[in-house]
């Protein structure tokens, strides 16, 4: 489980202050408009940036004050962020790699993750021969092989068209239940996080203004903000 609890950052003119939790197996879709502080949040989380005050909390280990490489904590970017020079396998073992897992164990498991992003045969492809698709559904098996204790994922579709953001949508969820880690997904799409999130948190101006199952948020939303956001007449 996820823990987030009185999270604090300040930019200027803009502070997030940030509370909420997700359980095992769950996704949280952490949704609103550009610059309320999603991306904030999830480099909080990650590690990537450090909070003024508060704590992140999995399993009941706090790990506020870990660095990144030690929080055992997957990301997905919305650049993606593959490595151009490493094939398809290269990619999704790098981060085994990096932890000293052994050739043939990493060769395991690129081979496992492939097959549950419904790439088998893919890892000695290169990364520049691949479609849209197929880059984000490499993202997304590398985020998964290292049994990460938490998933991150920062918009990880916004690039695509339309017909493929779909289609995408439908395969992570298919690809989501094969960890039970909890994951927080971050969004400006509506759709998407009504889709993707077992329960929703929309943001406004660095902070949660309201979480709640997708079908309560949608159909009951309990502040005029998230009213106006979800179009409920």
Request: charged share 25%.
């Amino acid at each position: 489980m996820l823990e987030v609890k009185s999270l604090k950052k300040t930019y200027g003119d803009f502070s997030l202050s940030l509370d909420l939790s997700v359980g095992e197996g769950e996704t949280l879709a952490l949704v609103g408009p550009s610059g309320c502080g999603k991306t904030t949040a999830l480099n909080l989380i990650a590690g990537l940036a450090e909070p003024e005050a508060g704590n992140i909390v999995i399993n009941g280990e706090d790990i506020t004050s870990l660095p990144a490489w030690k929080r055992n904590i997957s990301v997905v970017f919305q650049d993606l962020a593959l490595f151009p020079h490493l094939d398809v396998g290269g990619n999704i073992a790098y981060g085994l790699f990096i932890k000293g897992v052994p050739k043939k164990e990493r060769r395991l498991a690129v081979e496992q993750t492939l097959e549950i992003v419904r790439l088998q045969g893919y890892a000695a492809r290169r990364i520049d021969t691949l479609s849209g698709g197929e880059r984000q559904r490499v993202a997304i098996a590398r985020a998964l092989a290292s049994s990460p204790r938490l998933l991150l994922l920062d918009e990880p579709f916004s690039s695509l068209d339309a017909p493929l953001r779909k289609n995408l949508r439908q395969d992570f969820l298919e690809i989501r239940s094969h960890s039970k880690a909890p994951c927080v997904f971050i969004t400006h799409d509506r759709e998407e996080a009504l889709m993707l999130g077992d329960k929703v948190s929309l943001m406004k101006d660095g902070r949660i203004v309201e979480t709640a199952a997708k079908g309560e948020i949608l159909s009951a939303p309990k502040t005029e903000f998230a009213r106006e956001f979800f179009g409920k007449d």
